[in-house]
């Protein structure tokens, strides 16, 4: 990205954030050049900025929040620092050099020590019970090259040139330090150890802390982390005594005992096995200490540390347990992460879905039609016994009558038409219609699924259906724009399952069932409007190793019957029948849901069972191929991976 690209986006991105009352800006680069940023950071927040022409490169700067102008500056000088430059104020303006040459500038002094953030400023820090000289080679590698440090003996007192809050923690520091009469600094540099290893252990010895008396001595302990130091503060004597103990601890890992274990785990999940792990250490060491935390990066492992002085990192790469303990307490975790990681047995779930239905129809009616076309025409019309008798009214205006609409079930019709010699249409008609219908359907779903022990699976075989959720319509310019949204969801055949193996062969499952589909679009319905059957189980059983067990069924059945009358004349005795039309329905439906858990103990279990499955499949496929139309599955489930060659390892 050029300068005028760099300078149009983010141009463009703080405008749109702005509001009239209080103006907000989102800054977001991608290796845009910096001279772009500082030019809109000086027309956001109104200050004049001299650049050194050594200040230059390439920037990437992501915001996630909306910015005030004091937050954009604040930023701006973040930016500054992580690529090596300094702002510094000269007057009406801010000076931005490289921070290697920004001492060699007036460096404002921060007299009421406000100054936050990366602000480049001078402080002075007065000392009272240390001497500055001291000091001086204690935090000058705590320093970034370009900073600047000196002792006054005159006064006491350190001046630090460098960013407002890097003055700050060392300032900190300088006050840890700078306390007790007759106290001596003493800096021991560890080779072997780690700084805040040796700090927790003689925390842990003394049974002190950074405030407390050690047997009437008092000493401070400070962790340099950059250098792997410790630095001490105190009389000679208790001085002497942590030398001494730190001489000890400060020794190869040969002559140190081993604290340290790695375990891959062969089944377990280490993750899994961590947590657990955590929490027995956390409720073991409750008493004494708390957790003092835990943590994930980007390597796929997180770590825990105790109060006990027990770290746990998960290694999800290698399945692995990285532990730090002592000895007597890692031998208990060993313990448990031993019980932990074995070889979990399988499950394999069967499920039978059993439906039967029926549907018996009858349907008798009368319909009659009379009239003139030109007069009007009369009608005995009913519509619950199939088709009505409206169709053969409109045949009345028609010139040329080519056929009769078509009418379901056994049908007796009559009728004439006859045309005057003005040419007046006059006509009558009658329709006796008698259906009956039957359906029946049986239908049989078996679907299987395997899983491990406590461990949950799902399987769905249907369809993804789209369901409208929504519609509108948008118009610009004149123009319709309409649209609709939807939303996906599964029909078919849902199993869910998590199974509980427990002794003597008993599994407990938790069970999701459901059963859905589509009912078939009717004429005059909208189509986008999609009505769904659903039949679901939820439940929690228990059976025994190959048991079939009915997790729950559904027994319907449904009558209706439909009459549709001419009030008077339907009364009449047998003729009535002639001016009456009678629909009678009756549906049944069974439905049955099976279940069988079979446990596989150990691989060959799971091989024999998968073979056996394929060999129903293939005797399956031989059955519906059996005239040669498809080609036949190898004999053994091995001989399907062709191609699939098992490389030997080399010889060392």
Do not use: C
């Amino acid at each position: 990205m050029n300068l005028r690209q760099s300078f149009i986006a983010l141009s463009l991105l703080m405008a749109l954030t702005g509001t009239a009352s209080a103006k907000t800006w989102k800054v977001n680069l991608k290796e845009a050049d910096i001279s772009a940023l500082v030019t809109e950071v000086s027309e956001i927040t109104g200050k004049n900025f001299i650049v050194d022409p050594r200040v230059k490169g390439n920037i990437t700067v992501i915001s996630s929040k909306p910015l005030s102008s004091d937050a954009v500056y604040e930023l701006f000088l973040g930016v500054l620092s992580v690529n090596g430059f300094a702002a510094v104020p000269a007057g009406d303006a801010i000076k931005l050099v490289p921070d290697v040459n920004a001492k060699q500038n007036a460096v404002p002094f921060d007299l009421r020590n406000k100054a936050k953030g990366e602000a480049l400023i001078t402080r002075v820090i007065m000392l009272e019970n240390t001497n500055a000289n001291e000091l001086v080679p204690v935090i000058r590698p705590l320093l970034p090259q370009f900073a600047h440090l000196a002792a006054v003996n005159g006064s006491n007192a350190l001046v630090i040139s460098d960013h407002a809050n890097n003055i700050s923690e060392i300032e900190s520091l300088i006050k840890t330090l700078d306390t007790g009469e007759g106290d001596e600094l003493e800096i021991i540099l560890l080779k072997e150890v780690r700084v805040d290893d040796v700090l927790s252990m003689l925390d842990s010895l003394t049974s002190t802390t950074a405030n407390k008396d050690m047997r009437g001595s008092r000493i401070r302990l400070v962790a340099d982390n950059r250098g792997n130091r410790l630095l001490l503060k105190g009389d000679a004597r208790a001085r002497k005594r942590i030398r001494d103990v730190i001489a000890q601890l400060d020794k190869p890992a040969a002559d140190r005992l081993a604290g340290v274990r790695v375990i891959r785990l062969q089944h377990a999940s280490a993750k899994q096995v961590a947590e657990v792990l955590r929490s027995l250490v956390a409720d073991s060491g409750s008493s004494s200490k708390p957790a003092t935390g835990s943590g994930t990066n980007n390597n796929n492992t997180s770590s825990a540390a105790s109060g006990n002085g027990v770290n746990l990192i998960a290694d999800e790469s290698q399945n692995a347990l990285v532990i730090k303990a002592d000895p007597s307490l890692m031998r208990e975790l060993e313990s448990v992460v031993q019980q932990l990681d074995q070889r979990r047995s399988q499950v394999l779930i069967q499920a039978a879905i059993l439906e039967i239905s029926g549907e018996n129809a009858a349907q008798l009616g009368v319909q009659w039609a009379a009239g003139d076309p030109n007069k009007g025409v009369g009608l005995v019309n009913f519509n619950n016994a199939g088709n009505s008798l409206t169709s053969l009214a409109a045949l009345a205006t028609q010139t040329n009558v080519t056929s009769l609409p078509t009418v379901n079930g056994a049908s007796f019709a009559f009728g004439q038409q006859n045309t005057d010699s003005n040419g007046n249409k006059s006509f009558y008609g009658a329709l006796i219609q008698a259906v009956n219908t039957m359906s029946n359907a049986n239908l049989l779903s078996t679907p299987s699924i395997m899983t491990i022990d406590n461990q949950e699976a799902k399987i769905v075989v249907g369809q993804n259906v789209p369901f409208i959720t929504g519609s509108s319509t948008s118009s610009s310019s004149g123009t319709s724009n309409p649209f609709t949204t939807i939303e996906r969801q599964d029909v078919g055949i849902t199993l869910k399952v998590v199974p509980h193996i427990g002794e003597g062969g008993t599994v407990k499952l938790e069970v999701e069932q459901e059963v859905s589909s589509v009912v078939p679009s009717v004429a005059g319905v909208d189509s986008a409007d999609l009505i769904t059957n659903k039949r679901s189980i939820k439940t929690t059983i228990l059976a025994d190793d190959g048991q079939t067990i009915v997790l729950g069924g559904l027994i319907q059945e449904d009558n209706s019957q439909s009459v549709s009358e001419v009030p008077l004349l339907s009364k009449i005795p047998l003729l009535g029948h002639l001016f009456r039309s009678k629909s009678d329905s009756k549906t049944k439906r069974n439905l049955l849901v099976f279940l069988q858990p079979l446990i596989l103990r150990d691989s060959a279990g799971a091989a024999k069972l998968t073979s056996q499955q394929y060999q129903q499949i293939r005797v399956l496929q031989l059955d519906v191929g059996v005239k040669g139309q498809l080609n036949r599955l190898p004999e053994q489930i091995n001989q399907i991976y062709q191609g699939a060659t098992k490389v030997a390892p080399k010889s060392q």
